[in-house]
């Protein structure tokens, strides 16, 4: 959302009319939050929390609307920062795509991108972006990410139409070790870049975005069925561009 910050103002707001319903297959938790500013924009955001009984998953859905007489810059990212013991020595990220270092230092590491080590002092972040293919079936639309060791498995599934972009944030140093799986309709680049680079979306009065993304641990068989399946995924996402990250990949094209 609209701020100076790059991670955006509306993970410091209160929810408000927060209410809980049960349902058939378990239980749905709803609220609203409110970001605004003077001259500024003016947003809506209402959210749905289902959690499914007997399933070990958790689906979120996002409603954005711009309550606001002018268009608003729209940056949404979903920042899933995950640490012990999902991630750790061995954790490897599986999902299907190419991917775009962000710098030189991930340009570095580009070929171990999806395998975490050890912890170790002083690592330097290392960000990539990833151009996801879309997944096959039903839910066309839909690309997969996910993060496996040898005990658990944590899948994320997102609707490419409504976030075309994923970034995966790698910081393995030591007593700070997290990892970001973060899907979103841009990159963290803010405002001005994203301008710049014709990712930024813009939001108009009384206009909403729609958003699904779906959390779920799942079994070691599982992953090696849709990691073995990796060539029958879709075509690569086309409102993705990434192009001007080429430079950082290894043949410096797309």
Request: hydrophobic share 30%; proline share 4%; glycine share 6%.
């Amino acid at each position: 959302f609209p701020s100076h910050d790059i991670h955006g103002n509306c993970t410091r707001l209160y929810a408000e009319d927060i209410r809980k319903k049960q349902c058939k297959r378990g239980l749905r938790l709803y609220s609203k939050i409110n970001q605004s500013s003077l001259f500024g924009e003016q947003l809506e955001v209402k959210r749905t929390y289902t959690l499914s009984l007997g399933m070990p998953r958790i689906e979120l859905y996002d409603e954005v609307t711009n309550i606001g007489d002018k268009p608003t810059p729209f940056m949404l990212l979903y920042h899933c920062n995950l640490g012990y013991p999902v991630v750790r020595e061995g954790t490897e990220l599986i999902v299907a795509s190419d991917v775009y270092p962000r710098d030189d230092n991930a340009k570095a590491g580009v070929d171990t991108w999806n395998h975490y080590e050890a912890a170790s002092v002083g690592y330097e972040e290392q960000v990539f972006f990833h151009h996801v293919r879309t997944i096959k079936g039903e839910r066309k639309d839909f690309a997969v990410a996910t993060l496996r060791n040898q005990d658990i498995a944590l899948e994320f599934a997102w609707n490419t139409r409504q976030m075309p972009y994923l970034t995966q944030w790698k910081n393995t140093r030591q007593r700070i070790y997290v990892c970001g799986i973060e899907p979103g309709n841009c990159i963290p680049e803010g405002q001005h870049a994203a301008s710049k680079s014709g990712r930024l979306v813009m939001l108009n009065p009384s206009e909403t975005h729609r958003f699904n993304l779906c959390i779920e641990v799942i079994d070691g068989e599982a992953v090696d069925a849709k990691q073995s399946n990796m060539q029958e995924f879709g075509k690569p996402v086309e409102a993705c561009n990434l192009s001007d990250y080429s430079k950082y990949t290894h043949d410096g094209s797309q």
